[in-house]
């Protein structure tokens, strides 16, 4: 299958995670290891527990049993801050903006829990030298920016936080289709400088291309791990999710 | 804005047309008042005066008494403005209106008194040790405020964080109710009075640029402020520059204004949302603490039920401006004190209602229902977020 063992220690891992809403169970025994520098891709139709997933990673969802394991250490009781703080981090669906704030605010919000100035001051310039559109704009609220716009916002707010791993919800959702490609080229950019990407994404053709490994998830369960070449060949998941006869 | 109320295309029913006579007629009233102003100002004999007036015409108007009318408002609307930013910050961030905020102002004002009486019983209050012992009284009334606000979030709110909105709004109405009935049971159902001021504060005018001389020979100058109201407002002022440049310019601001927004982000982004929410409830009583000492140094007095009608007036503000919006509230408040002051002379008594000064609370009220009727959202209102608000 996927060639995990030359690749050091994950840096998040989900070891038997059961997720549960109330009395509905989300995430059935997952297993889910995300390494150093690559880019993976969780696949699955609505309701098959991708967001939970992300939440859960996050720690803005508490599994009901199972461990999740950041850079070796259970960090099941640490709360989101915690996380973010050694490098795990999310652009959330539909970008969420602070639409009041200005697009600086929503950027130096992103450096919150950092305390070095002079390295903030550096990641704002490389994220504007990436940006340029962000930078004339810096001082406009940023509910008056644009889909593709606010996009940029939204990964420039999450780099802000220097993350080893950038968590990524339906990166392409409500953005327009020539948009989506461009939104796919700056995700590979940012994986270049070596942050590893892990995207929730129903555009499985375009995810695939991309990635390196992907999951597949059914109702809370991983039907498919394997690279992104292989799931691109598998019959099954042409039928499913790229909508071949 | 009114389409709010109505959606696009839709018929208008009975409501609609009940609304529309309401708002017609309202900003009718208060034009033709205004109108029936400027026309007794010039002639109180004209048509309209004598009409509503009888033979001798309306009263008008001397630019002194217009003058004191107008620093009146100011002063008692900057300390309405105060309180409001209180409202209106919980309201951002949790929601919910904070009903109990009226009694962080009147504790405070009490603290004011005891204050006052230890300073007066001390011999530091009519002396020259006055101008410590008054800012010592309100660090000490602010941090009193400060604590009551905390403690109450702790205690009543976040319990309830989670629940529909209107919980907390119900419960901020019974914690409202007990510490009313707390106070009372500690110091009676009195009203306490503040140890008489020094009379350079409390009597003493500050007169700018003689005028003319009124027929008794009186001067009459172009501003003649009362120590106690500059000193109000300047204190006001002071105040909200601060909690501007707090909330605009620091990082702890920012993330407040960002929880207000969105809190599953802002916790995203790292932020603690239960030290953000209690630094909200911190700010929103250190101003109404600020407030409840210029409440005692204007009325000299208070009693348990002192931050009923100032929260509700101030809440008011809070509306007019823009709930969950800071400069509206400032706004609102300035605004709601100077209609407070102003309309009853200017916009009553041209209609012949007689003591017109006594409708003063009318007068706030109306105010609301228009801004509700016209501008629902306030006047410095944006669209909230479409998370729907209770």
């Known amino acids: ?245 | 804005m009114t389409t709010a109320v109505r959606a696009k295309g839709a018929p208008r029913t009975g409501v609609d047309w009940f609304l529309l006579v309401m708002r017609v007629g309202l900003i009718a009233f208060i034009v033709i008042g205004l109108l029936g102003f400027v026309a007794q100002q010039i002639d109180p004999t004209n048509a309209w005066a004598t009409w509503r007036h009888g033979d001798e015409g309306a009263a008008r108007l001397s630019w002194a008494q217009f003058q004191g009318l107008v620093v009146t408002g100011l002063s008692q609307g900057a300390m309405y403005g105060l309180i409001a930013l209180g409202y209106s910050m919980v309201y951002g961030v949790l929601g919910f209106i904070n009903f109990a905020h009226g009694e962080v102002f009147m504790i405070a004002a009490f603290t004011g008194f005891i204050m006052s009486t230890k300073f007066d019983q001390a011999g530091w209050w009519d002396s020259g040790a006055f101008i410590p012992a008054m800012l010592f009284t309100i660090v000490v009334a602010t941090i009193v405020a400060t604590i009551v606000a905390v403690v109450m979030e702790r205690v009543a709110y976040r319990p309830l964080r989670g629940s529909p909105r209107l919980i907390p709004l119900i419960t901020s109405i019974g914690v409202s109710f007990f510490l009313q009935n707390a106070v009372i049971l500690l110091f009676g159902p009195g009203a306490k009075g503040y140890a008489p001021f020094p009379d350079w504060l409390d009597k003493d005018r500050i007169n700018i640029w003689q005028i003319g001389e009124s027929d008794t020979g009186v001067p009459e100058y172009l501003l003649s402020v009362e120590n106690k109201k500059l000193l109000v407002i300047v204190v006001a002022a002071i105040s909200m520059a601060g909690l501007w440049y707090f909330v605009e310019r620091t990082k702890t601001g920012k993330a407040m204004r960002a929880v207000a927004e969105d809190k599953e982000i802002a916790s995203l982004m790292g932020i603690d949302v239960d030290r953000t929410i209690v630094t909200t409830f911190a700010v929103g009583g250190a101003m109404a603490g600020i407030a409840g000492i210029l409440w005692g140094i204007l009325f000299k007095s208070v009693i348990a039920t002192t931050g009923f009608l100032p929260g509700i007036k101030a809440f008011t503000a809070a509306v007019v401006g823009g709930v969950g919006n800071l400069g509206g509230a400032m706004a609102g408040g300035v605004s709601l004190g100077g209609a407070e002051a102003l309309a009853p002379l200017m916009v009553l008594d041209p209609w012949g209602i007689e003591g017109p000064s006594q409708l003063r609370d009318a007068v706030v009220f109306t105010l609301l229902i228009l801004v509700l009727l016209v501008k629902p959202t306030g006047l410095f209102g944006e669209r909230l977020s479409s998370e729907d608000r209770a």
């Not at chain 1, 390295?119 to 810096?138: H, N, Q, S």
């Open chain 1, 1 to 245: 299958m996927s060639d995990t063992t030359d690749k050091g220690t994950p840096i998040l891992e989900f070891r038997n995670i059961n997720t549960h809403y109330g009395a509905v169970h989300i995430l059935k025994d997952v297993n889910l290891a995300i390494y150093p520098g690559e880019m993976v891709s969780l696949l699955g139709g609505n309701a098959s527990g991708k967001s939970t997933t992300l939440k859960t990673l996050l720690g803005m969802v508490t599994p009901t049993t199972g461990e999740v394991v950041l850079d070796g250490e259970v960090v099941n009781d640490k709360p989101t801050s915690y996380r973010v703080e050694r490098g795990i981090t999310m652009v959330p669906e539909n970008r969420r903006l602070f639409k009041r704030l200005s697009v600086l605010e929503n950027l130096q919000l992103g450096a919150y829990l950092r305390n070095d100035k002079a390295g903030i001051a550096e990641d704002l310039e490389r994220i504007y030298t990436m940006f340029p559109r962000v930078k004339e704009r810096a001082n406009q609220k940023s509910g008056t920016l644009s889909g593709g716009e606010q996009q940029m916002v939204a990964m420039g707010r999450a780099l802000m936080s220097r993350p080893r791993v950038l968590l990524m919800d339906e990166p392409s959702m409500g953005l327009a289709p020539m948009l989506v490609q461009t939104n796919f080229e700056l995700i590979q950019q940012i994986h270049q400088e070596g942050i590893a990407i892990f995207m929730v994404e129903q555009n499985a053709n375009m995810a695939l291309s991309i990635a390196d490994r992907g999951w597949v998830l059914q109702t809370g369960k991983v039907v498919l791990d394997d690279t992104a070449e292989n799931l691109l060949a598998n019959p099954e998941l042409r039928k499913s999710y790229l909508g071949e006869a």
